[in-house]
């Protein structure tokens, strides 16, 4: 997949044709081994414009895959979707993350010369784009994260070469990275290393103050510290020595990385370079994590919750990065949530912690939980680890993740309150205030796009109505087109019945971001979702849905309360009799009238436009 989708047996290309099939086969391969649902699939074929025969033609094209790979290439219909195991073959992306994660180790322990050999050998693995024969859908979606991967690893090659003094040999490839990545601080470093050591001090003072204009042009940010403290280093004369540890190089500089055990896990998804927002929230969560130095022996849980697309997982990942420093012993994380929504098994998720816990080769092959919890409980006793679970649905789920020693902390997200994590600090997220929402919406679009039509800009902020998700997909579609003004998009936005369809970005989606908590609610309180909804945007009180459903009011009750325990309503305060009242956010309501008189939720924009057009305005 490192290139155009291939198969390829005995040494051969297998002939297949047509962007339709690679896609498939590519989807089924990045799921690795899990369910990719029918969903999804439709998604990565035809976008939002899936002809009427989609299930017959999936089931073609997965048909015409079964033929090509043969018998020992197995794809399974699991519902909702499918999953395929290769079994004995290959997959270049496999390796290359296995050579890929063996060089930066190698690099970590400063073993250059072997670092270079498993980075070079990682490298070699890519054969052009990524999805090059694919559609642009499953290209969209997918090949930025690989393209990531390669320049990460190409940053670690560069390091190892640089510790081995070839500084001269790299200035010319440097050059030409620079100019294809002029966003990538570390890449930019490496050539101002390399410019220095070989005594153009004059050109590496020019090439920090390029790249400073143009992240302050691009991004509208100042440089890095990584990038400062190279700067820095080139003015105090002392950038021309020997190379830092690979370590430092690795992890961005800082010193606490040498320090770090070599086999120390680190788990943690990228920080998010724009983070907005979330001051408070976001010092409580650290001051939680850090330490208490008292030595209290009590479990530090945290838990953030909020409905979907508030953050909740860009402010537990930015967190979890600002206090690395407390958790020598490495960083945990696994998304408790499948891609098509679906909770994860435990025993899935505790195996792959388990295999960055220690060798792989010792977690047993067994489906025994219990088995699997002792041996997870045995590799964190004791150790100052951080472990991140993200998009947890349940104690069910949850209970087996958790350590039963003081030592690790654990920072959980979800949707809902955990009565597993009881006594835990938790953050409960709101929307965005408008300040708020006009300063990432700023950061996803660019201040100058933002700044050159501000009522465009308030207008969106009004429609996102503070829910980041929302913010950062219009922010993401305005960066793309640069010769278009925000005002068309803010429009569109303006219209409650096109509002959901134009919430989309590549595979930021609001609709589908809030598919998983509508699927997790029970039959009946799915049924009423979308007639409390047409109730209007105000808080309604129990007497006025129980009106509405033609129920008595304390079985409303019942199911507003659980609707707000999904994250799907909010409590807003109590109308003039001290009862509760219930609050739709704006684009929930929207949601859920896109869901009514029978429409489903998997279907086309345009089928749930139609269900928009007739219910939006109701009283």
Same mark, same amino acid.
């Given at each position: 997949?490192?290139?155009? #989708? ?6 051969r ?11 498939v ?9 899990? *369910?990719?649902s ?34 020992? $290439? ?16 290959t997959?270049? =992306? ?34 052009g ?30 390091a ?6 070839r ?40 090439l920090?103050?390029?790249?400073r ?38 992890s961005?500089?800082?010193?606490e990385?040498?320090?770090?055990t070599?086999?120390?896990p ?6 998010? *370079?724009?983070f ?25 849980r ?14 537990? $990942?930015?967190a979890a ?5 407390h ?6 994380y ?13 025993t899935?998720?505790l195996?792959?912690?388990l ?15 219990d088995?699997?919890?002792r041996l997870?409980?045995?590799?964190t ?19 087996? =993740? ?58 969106? #902020? ?8 929302? =913010? ?35 595979d ?19 049924? *009423? ?19 509405a ?18 994250a ?8 003039e ?37 007739r ?5």
């Open positions: 997949m490192l290139g155009p #989708v291939e198969v390829r047996r005995g040494g290309r297998v002939a297949f044709s047509g962007a339709k099939l690679h896609t086969l590519a989807a089924l391969l990045v799921a690795r081994e899990e *369910v990719i029918d969903e999804r699939l439709c998604r990565l074929l035809w976008g939002w414009a899936p002809p009427a025969t989609v299930s017959a033609q999936l089931y073609t094209y997965v048909s015409r895959l079964r033929k090509i790979l043969g018998d020992d $290439v197995l794809i399974d219909r699991r519902p909702p979707g499918y999953a395929m195991s290769i079994g004995n073959a997959l270049d =992306l496999t390796e290359f993350e296995k050579l890929a994660l063996s060089g930066r180790e190698a690099l970590i322990a400063e073993d250059f010369e072997k670092a270079g050999e498993l980075l070079r050998g990682a490298l070699a693995r890519w054969n784009q990524p999805f090059a024969n694919a559609t642009e859908y499953l290209a969209d979606a997918e090949a930025p994260r690989l393209t990531e991967a390669r320049a990460v690893t190409l940053e670690h090659r560069i190892a070469d640089l510790a081995l003094g500084h001269e040999q790299l200035t010319g490839e440097l050059t030409g990275l620079v100019a294809e990545f002029p966003l990538r601080e570390r890449i930019r470093c490496q050539l101002m290393t390399a410019l220095c050591r070989s005594g153009r001090q004059a050109d590496a003072i020019h920090y103050h390029h790249g204009a143009v992240l302050a042009d691009e991004l509208g940010v100042n440089p890095g510290e990584e990038l400062r403290a190279t700067y820095r280093a080139l003015l105090e004369g002392t950038l021309d020595r020997q190379p830092r540890p690979a370590a430092a190089v690795v961005g500089g800082r010193r990385a040498a320090e770090r070599a086999g120390a680190a788990m943690l998804p990228p920080d998010t *370079v724009d907005t927002g979330r001051g408070p929230e976001l010092e409580l969560l650290c001051r939680a994590l850090a330490p208490d130095g008292q030595g209290s022996g009590r479990p530090r945290v838990l953030v919750t909020g409905m979907a697309g508030l953050g909740k997982t860009a402010l537990a $990942v930015h990065h600002r206090c690395q420093r958790f020598p012993d490495g960083q945990l696994a998304d408790l949530r499948a891609p098509d929504g679906t909770p994860r098994h435990p899935r998720v195996r792959r912690l295999r960055a816990l220690g060798p792989a080769e010792e977690v047993p092959a067994t489906e025994d939980q088995q699997l919890v997870y409980r045995e590799r006793r004791g150790r100052q680890l951080l472990i991140v679970l993200d998009n947890a649905s349940g104690a069910a789920q949850l209970g087996p =993740l958790l350590p039963n020693t003081p030592e690790p902390a654990v920072l959980v997200t979800g949707r809902t309150a955990l009565p597993t994590v009881a006594g835990a600090h938790t953050v409960a997220l709101a929307p965005l205030a408008p300040r708020d929402s006009l300063e990432l919406l700023s950061a996803a679009a660019g201040p100058a796009r933002v700044a050159a039509a501000p009522g465009a800009a308030s207008a969106i #902020v009004e429609h996102c109505a503070g829910l980041p998700l929302a =913010l950062r997909i219009v922010g993401t579609r305005i960066a793309a087109r640069p010769h278009s003004t925000p005002d068309r998009l803010a429009r569109r936005l303006a219209d409650p019945v096109t509002r959901l369809r134009e919430l989309h970005s590549g930021l989606d609001v609709h589908t971001s809030l598919l998983p908590s509508w699927r997790a609610l029970d039959p009946e309180v799915r049924a *009423v979702f979308p007639a409390l909804a047409a109730l209007g945007p105000q808080p309604f009180p129990a007497a006025d849905a129980a009106m459903l033609g129920r008595p009011e304390a079985e409303a009750e019942r199911l507003l309360e659980a609707l707000a325990d999904a799907l309503l909010e409590v807003s305060g109590a109308d009799w001290g009862q509760p009242c219930y609050l739709f956010h704006p684009l929930v309501r929207l949601f859920a009238l896109s869901l009514a008189e029978g429409a489903a939720p998997d279907c086309t924009p345009a089928a749930r436009t139609e269900h928009n057009r219910l939006t305005h109701r009283p």
